[in-house]
């Protein structure tokens, strides 16, 4: 029988007081807590923020100076030929950057009017664009796109180049509609919003929140403590009585044994349709570093393999157990990609802090910004806790495991 998983994300920050809102002013109560975490987990507020009111309505510039940030935060690969201009009223780096990425193209006259007002419309044409590039391809069949539509009660308001961005975002739950059901895509957008947005974004590259229009408040969890070998996955002090230091599960790379403990008797899924049948959601512990540089115990959820549920839950018990109190800001799991031979598609890879431990091949960079270990709390030592707790229990760190290119965010079960 298929397996249909649903999974929502629950980003749990523990602050004692707030720095964040009296950083910012203009903030309506109801956006204190998702302001504090854009700042404070994802950190994509500008720091040109501090002196503007977050209530005033956002202009084009500021809005792509944000989307970019956001960008930042997942698997960057910034194109070629950003730093040439390509609008006539514009030589921002983040306009430019917008405009490669193909996340925006301006106006016909050849200018981009950063000092114009955003829409709603236009800021959920932008999050679809940058949804793509992370997630491939969105396809809705007609039931579904008039489902989604169903929810609004002032679709009509929606412009045809706008529609098929307006169902994406308020599938990933970006936008769910006022308390008369309307989307608004007409009105302009607050700087608080605008932000708000681009990090309901971001959380939605990690898990998604809403399937097909309809909300999702009580998930199951798609783990079972009892079918882990008892493990909680909260616990700092949980430990695998049966750890085998000589089996071939706990040893680097790919073997049969880890294949067979993967897929019993079967191979490689194929699609993301086959490979969702196999990922669960586990929630780890986790430091995180303010911006006082103080850390501070949360939790992270991360979708991964079912088979390596156990061992993953345990990797992360050590690291957040360890001297270093390794802060991790950003991690990211199952996610199906293009690659047939990615891991990520798979289930059996994660990634860690991707600005701060970037991915090289030959002297060039693919993903990320730079490595500095010994600078960066965020970047992670060759011989530090967190790559000592995955060696243990059979993931490789691409930052030693291949000679062809260097990861420094990346850990695989199989050694890929």
């Known amino acids: 029988m298929k397996k249909i998983i649903t999974i929502l994300m629950a980003i749990v920050i523990v602050i004692g007081t707030s720095n964040t809102v009296e950083a910012y002013t203009g903030i309506q109560p109801w956006f204190i807590e998702e302001i504090e975490e854009a700042d404070g987990s994802w950190r994509i507020i500008p ?113 045809d180049w706008a529609k098929e961005a307006t169902i994406v975002v308020r599938y990933e739950g970006i936008v769910k509609g006022d308390n008369e059901k309307r989307i608004n895509p007409l009105n302009k957008t607050t700087r608080a919003e605008g932000i708000i947005m681009v990090k309901r974004m971001l959380d939605s590259t990690v898990v998604k929140k809403v399937i097909i229009g309809e909300e999702v408040n009580t998930p199951t969890p798609e783990i079972d403590n009892d079918e882990v070998n008892g493990l909680s996955t909260n616990k700092l002090n949980d430990v695998d009585p049966n750890y085998d230091i000589y089996s071939p599960l706990n040893q680097l790379g790919y073997n049969s044994a880890k294949h067979e403990y993967v897929y019993d008797s079967g191979d490689r899924y194929v699609s993301s349709d086959q490979a969702k049948q196999h990922m669960v959601t586990i929630t780890i512990d986790v430091w995180h570093l303010d911006s006082n540089d103080n850390k501070y115990s949360a939790t992270k959820t991360l979708t991964v393999n079912e088979s390596i549920a156990d061992r993953v839950i345990l990797v992360f018990n050590e690291i957040y157990a360890g001297s270093e ?40 960079i693919i993903a990320g910004l730079y490595w500095k270990p010994n600078e960066d709390p965020f970047s992670i030592p060759e011989n530090g806790d967190v790559v000592n707790a995955f060696k243990k229990y059979g993931f490789s760190w691409g930052g030693n495991a291949w000679r062809s290119a260097n990861d420094y965010m990346h850990f695989s079960y199989f050694g890929r």
């Open 325 to 364: 109190q390794f802060p991790i800001h950003n991690i990211h799991a199952y996610a199906w990609r293009s690659s047939s031979t990615s891991e990520h598609n798979q289930g059996l890879a994660i990634d860690i802090n991707p600005n701060q431990n970037y991915m090289i091949r030959n002297g060039g």
């Open 47 to 159: 720091s040109s923020f501090d002196q503007k009111n977050l209530s005033e309505n956002m202009t084009r510039a500021e809005f792509c100076e944000v989307l970019i940030r956001g960008y930042l935060k997942l698997y960057p690969e910034i194109p070629r030929g950003v730093e040439e201009n390509v609008f006539s009223d514009s030589n921002e780096y983040y306009i430019n950057t917008a405009y490669y990425l193909g996340i925006t193209s301006g106006y016909t006259d050849g200018t981009f009017r950063p000092n114009s007002t955003i829409t709603r419309q236009e800021i959920f044409q932008m999050l679809y664009k940058m949804l793509e590039l992370y997630k491939g391809e969105y396809n809705f069949d007609s039931e579904q796109k008039s489902r989604i539509f169903g929810t609004f009660s002032d679709a009509e308001m929606i412009s």
